[in-house]
């Protein structure tokens, strides 16, 4: 019997959500791409209401008043699922948020799975317009801790360096096109930005290769490295992106 383990895909965006006719296209890429068909997608948690891409999900996804929005769906053979939370407030605050939970085996390696994973990882950022993106075992990413103990801030630390890490052009000028492309698996794009891939494989990452990277670009920025007690400092700490300044 072959094991599976699960792979945490995150993408964050300060674009707006709101083009159900986006969404419609986007997840009939998906379909397509994964063989596979959306088979729920609600407010809810278990899903229970049933998804029909055919007939469009776009207006679903997009019809809310202002506020922020979950969502959860969850597609038939696969089992991919994932969260969503959108935020439609008015332009003083956007951040959207899509995390997708992928069961996956050692048979990903290579191949076309393999593939696959990568097409939808960059047809994601391209999509959703994310400014960053990570993908990992989930043991990975839930094993990285804010510098406080507190909740994670994205204006002031990122959570990580993952199997695959992408950095939108804000942050390529942030962390300075040729420092990013200097890291082990750094290609250009897509979306004019830089992808991180640290190994072929999520199974073939080594033990210190996700720290390395995130020692290079600086501890202070990334989640855990150098864990700090003055709660004052913890505003200004990493010194990030506003989301102000990632939508300009």
Same mark, same amino acid.
């Given at each position: 019997m072959i094991k599976k383990r699960t792979l945490w895909m995150s993408f964050s965006s300060v674009h707006p959500w709101d083009d159900a006719a986006v969404w419609d296209e986007y997840l009939q890429s998906i379909e397509t791409l994964f063989l596979d068909r959306l088979d729920k997608l609600d407010e809810?948690?278990?899903?229970?209401?049933?998804?029909?891409?055919? !007939?469009?999900? $776009? /207006?679903?996804? &997009?019809?809310?008043?202002?506020?922020?929005? &979950?969502?959860?769906?969850?597609?038939?053979?696969?089992?991919?699922?994932?969260?969503?939370?959108? +935020?439609?407030?008015? +332009?003083?605050?956007?951040y959207n948020n899509?995390?997708?939970?992928? #069961?996956?085996?050692?048979?990903? +390696?290579?191949? #076309?799975a393999l593939d696959r994973l990568i097409r939808f990882f960059n047809l994601t950022i391209e999509k959703l317009s994310a400014f960053t993106a990570e993908s990992d075992f989930t043991e990975e990413v839930y094993s990285k801790k804010s510098h406080d103990g507190y909740s994670l801030d994205i204006t002031t630390e990122l959570i990580g360096v993952f199997w695959l890490t992408f950095f939108g052009t804000k942050y390529c000028d942030f962390f300075k096109r040729k420092t /990013?492309? $200097?890291?082990?698996?750094?290609?250009? $794009?897509?979306? !004019?930005?830089?992808t991180i891939r640290l190994a072929e494989s999520p199974f073939q990452v080594g033990p210190n290769d996700r720290r390395d990277a995130e020692t290079t670009l600086g501890k202070k920025y990334f989640a855990g490295l150098e864990p700090i007690t003055d709660f004052n400092k913890r505003k200004a700490y990493g010194q990030l992106l506003t989301l102000e300044q990632l939508r300009c």
């Open positions: 809810n948690d278990p899903v229970r209401r049933k998804a029909n891409v055919k !007939n469009g999900e $776009g /207006l679903y996804i &997009t019809n809310f008043e202002a506020g922020v929005r &979950t969502l959860f769906g969850s597609f038939l053979k696969t089992k991919i699922n994932f969260t969503m939370c959108y +935020s439609k407030l008015g +332009s003083e605050f956007i899509i995390i997708f939970y992928i #069961p996956v085996s050692e048979e990903l +390696s290579a191949g #076309p /990013l492309l $200097g890291l082990h698996g750094a290609v250009d $794009g897509p979306a !004019n930005g830089i």
